[in-house]
């Protein structure tokens, strides 16, 4: 799209260069214009002072366009003058203001040499509205540009990232007849091009270019190589390189422009591998390629890439600075590479470089011997401030603290306060040389953290009276931290003094503060306290945490308090407090306990008269309890309403509802739900499948029990202990013993041991059968298994009668007095016959 021509009147001017909001320059530096015509000898002492007046006068405040003064000199302007002028001014917006002026005076007329020093002007102000705007201007005037002076202003262009209007300009100037360009150019144009991803407009403009007969030289290949790079084509960018490098033209800076992009783009290897093959070509990087590069590497976590680069940096004569060595050591720091790092530092200072107070803080952050600690600590220099000192030695206490040596960190900070002690030697003897400085908060919260972190809370505390005794103000952290501590003890009373304290100290406490010493009313099931507590949060606008009223919910709810519990709810809510689902799922389910279920009602409906929605947890726990009462349609009626919320009802839903029809009686709709659950896609556990074969076997279908059974291994659903008991128990009291026998077999063979129930259950149903050779084996299986019931076991009256009738029978007679013989089944039994 061709840029649009504007009629230029006065009125227009002052639109194209609107006021923007002022910005000064202390300097303008403006690059040598190609050509230009101010550098001619032709200058003389008149038009000097032509420029000194105008610039006078236009930084005058306030500046009067209609000035006799200024009205004099307009005639006498000329481009060179007005050139001068504006290299002189220090303002873009005075600047702005004289190009319009210029502008506007009669038989004057811009030359490409003053529209480059404007759009210089406005490029380094990042002015790109304006600049957009002088485009326009330059069209509608018909000025001519040399091809230098057109290359100059569109890298002015390039500079603001006006890449399209740079492209877009080079066309109008050229199509109107305003410029022939030349290779220079086209390179400054190709060099603006490089910096947008639209390869396609480079590569057309490249053909141009050569269609043109102008030859590709040094300047139009590093373009090139900057654009493949800029769009990650790094195998073209590689060949375009080699061509470079084939024509003798590859130097560091270009070298710099591949590696750098490789790098930007975390291809460390790759980046190190063009390192290394430009050293083969015998071409050395420079300092702030290599510099560029170490960053780089650090900040992709490859400081052994680092490493290796700042070797060669060395290896090519350049000397890093500190900035260099505290990136390269907070590398190796994070990498946890400590003993790198400590050597890294030894060898900054062999070579003369000071490690500043953030490098040795890095190093004393992390884990350090004793020895190397002094070692360290022996390099800072005298006439360190004060603060860095202190940061220093906080650094220290840190990585104590952070290693365990609670003991040694403690020492240290006592050492700082200026107490004699002889537990350290070496830390003693240190500060026998070094400049005492006394610890500040953080040295004291570091310390204190650590104490309370090791439960050393009484010496955290014996801490806190050694700051305020030396004036040394704690802060909100490690109050909060000591009253956190004192809570988790019992120490609630403490932990309210220590509240009196700071708020006396003049600081307020967060909602941290007043939750730490709430959680322990809770957990003290002090409701009084706890309500009191609230009402001070409130009064603050802190929010108590719900996991606190929770557990005192629920610890009342569990102690049989479950009316205070419910209580304790309305009052939250009365102080704006509203509750969530699951502290009011605590006081339904201690409700349901007590068989409160009209009340566990009553408070689930006022829960959701709040707005709040209740989640399939709480229903659960109001479906068991109805299930419970045999209040199985309302149970129902529930879980239509889970659906209905569109909540997805769970297998524990269905459990207790295919429970309770299972002891109802009314197996065929505890079936219905089994079917239901599969329709909605929810897979029934073991729970589910013998819960239904329990109820079938009470309901005296066993062969239902076995389908169902046969179902849920189908379903991949393997049976437990509990699940194989459960049958077995069910197909005895449904008399049949030789099935129940069978899966008996099968539990042992899955190595499941049957509890004495079980036995108890096999004998009677055998008995009952009139199978008593049968019985008798399961006694003695029942004997051998040390499953016998107790005087005590309800199932001892049915054992010792079954043990009677095998007594009177003729094949199992014998048996039964050899076993009263061997101990194993007492001679009463017998004798009460």
């Known amino acids: 799209m061709a840029l649009r021509s504007l009629s230029l009147t006065h009125q227009n001017r002052g639109k194209l260069f609107r006021a923007l909001n002022p910005c000064a320059f202390s300097s303008l530096l403006f690059p040598s214009l190609p050509y230009s015509t101010t550098d ?12 000194d007046t105008l610039i006078s006068i236009f930084t005058r405040e306030p500046f009067t366009p209609n000035d006799p003064e200024t009205m004099h000199l307009s005639p006498r302007i000329t481009s060179q003058v007005v050139e001068s002028v504006l290299k002189g001014l220090k303002s873009w917006k005075i600047a702005q203001t004289f190009f319009i002026w210029a502008s506007n005076q009669n038989g004057y007329k811009h030359s490409c040499y003053t529209f480059n020093a404007m759009g210089s002007i406005l490029s380094r102000a990042q002015q790109s509205a304006l600049l957009r705007d002088m485009l326009k201007y330059v069209l509608h005037s018909r000025c001519s540009f040399t091809p230098g002076a057109l290359g100059f202003l569109i890298r002015c262009l390039g500079n603001v990232g ?5 492209n877009e300009f080079f066309d109008e100037v050229r199509l109107m007849g305003l410029c022939v360009p030349n290779n220079y150019s086209y390179n400054c144009l190709l060099e603006v091009l490089s910096k947008s991803s639209s390869i396609d407009l480079l590569e057309m403009r490249l053909k141009e270019m050569r269609d043109m007969g102008w030859q590709f030289d040094k300047y139009t290949l590093t373009s090139i190589l900057h654009a493949y790079c800029n769009s990650g084509k790094f195998e073209e960018a590689l ?4 061509k470079i490098h084939g024509m003798g033209w590859a130097d560091a800076h270009i070298c710099s422009v591949l590696v750098c992009s490789v790098s930007k783009r975390a291809m460390v290897d790759k980046a190190f591998e063009l390192v290394e093959r430009m050293e083969e070509q015998d071409i050395t990087l420079n300092e702030k390629t290599f510099c560029i590069l170490i960053h780089g590497f650090v900040k992709e976590s490859r400081v052994d890439k680092a490493l290796q680069m700042f070797d060669k940096m060395l290896q090519a004569g350049f000397t890093p600075d500190v900035s260099l060595y505290d990136v390269l050591i907070g590398g190796l720091c994070r990498n946890q590479e400590l003993d790198k790092a400590f050597n890294l530092c030894l060898e900054m200072i062999k070579f003369g470089v000071q490690p500043d107070a953030e490098i040795l803080t890095k190093i004393l952050s992390t884990s350090l011997d004793r020895s190397r600690i002094i070692q360290l600590l022996e390099e800072i220099p005298e006439d360190i401030k004060e603060n860095s000192r202190v940061l220093l030695y906080n650094a220290i206490l840190n990585s104590y603290v952070c290693d365990g040596l609670i003991d040694e960190a403690y020492h240290f900070l006592q050492v700082m306060m200026g107490r004699s002690s002889t537990t350290d030697m070496q830390i003693d003897t240190f500060y026998s040389v070094k400049k005492m400085v006394f610890p500040n908060t953080n040295s004291f919260g570091i310390v204190i953290d650590g104490l309370l972190k090791n439960a050393r809370l009484d010496l955290a505390l014996g801490l806190l009276n050694d700051m305020q005794q030396n004036f040394c103000k704690p802060n909100i952290v490690i109050y909060n931290n000591l009253i956190k501590e004192l809570c988790n003890s019992g120490r609630l009373e403490e932990g309210f003094d220590l509240l009196r304290k700071m708020k006396e100290s003049g600081l307020q406490p967060t909602e941290f503060t007043h939750n730490s010493i709430y959680g322990c009313l809770c957990q003290r099931k002090d409701i009084l306290g706890a309500i009191n507590m609230l ?3 409130r009064t603050c606008g802190h929010e108590p945490w719900i996991k606190y009223s929770t557990l005192l919910v629920k610890g009342l709810s569990g102690c049989g308090r479950v009316v205070e519990a419910c209580d304790f709810l309305s009052i939250m809510v009365q102080e704006g407090f509203l509750p969530d689902i699951i502290s009011y799922s605590a006081a339904i389910s201690g409700l349901i306990k007590i068989q409160e279920v009209d009340r566990a009602l009553h408070l689930f409906r006022d829960f959701c008269s709040h707005g709040y929605y209740p989640d399939v947890v709480a229903f659960n726990i109001l479906v068991d309890g109805l299930c419970k009462e045999n209040r199985l349609i309302e149970a129902e009626n ?29 197996i065929d709709k505890a079936r219905l739900l089994l079917y239901r659950m599969f329709e909605e896609g929810r897979q029934p556990n073991i729970i589910t499948y013998v819960t239904l074969v ?4 009470r309901a005296g279908n066993p062969d239902d029990a076995l389908l169902i059974w046969n179902e849920m291994e189908r379903k991949g659903c393997a049976p437990n202990r509990i699940a194989f008991m459960a049958l077995i128990h069910g197909l005895c009291k449904c008399c049949r013993p030789t099935d129940a026998l069978h899966f008996l077999r099968e539990m042992e063979c899955k190595e499941m041991k049957a509890d004495s129930y079980i036995y108890a259950a096999l004998l009677s149903a055998f008995i009952s059968d009139l199978n008593l050779p049968s019985a008798f084996e399961i006694l003695k299986e029942m004997i051998d298994k040390g499953s016998f019931p107790e005087s005590h076991d309800k199932n001892f009256s049915n054992t010792r009668d079954a043990i009677i009738k095998l007594s009177k029978n003729d094949m199992t007679s014998s048996g039964i007095q050899a076993l009263i013989k061997e101990g194993n089944i007492p001679a009463s039994f017998l004798s009460t016959s």
């Open 535 to 537: 009402r001070e949060m």
């Open 694 to 697: 329990d109820g079938l076997c």
């Open 239 to 242: 060949n375009v390189y080699n």
């Open 638 to 666: 529930l879980l239509n309403e889970i659906v209905m919320r569109g909540l997805s009802p769970s297998v524990v839903t269905y459990n207790c509802l295919i429970d309770g029809w299972c002891k109802n009686g009314s």
């Open 40 to 51: 001619s000898h032709e200058s003389n002492s008149y038009n000097s002072r032509i420029v």
């Open 162 to 166: 006006l890449i399209e209007e740079a």
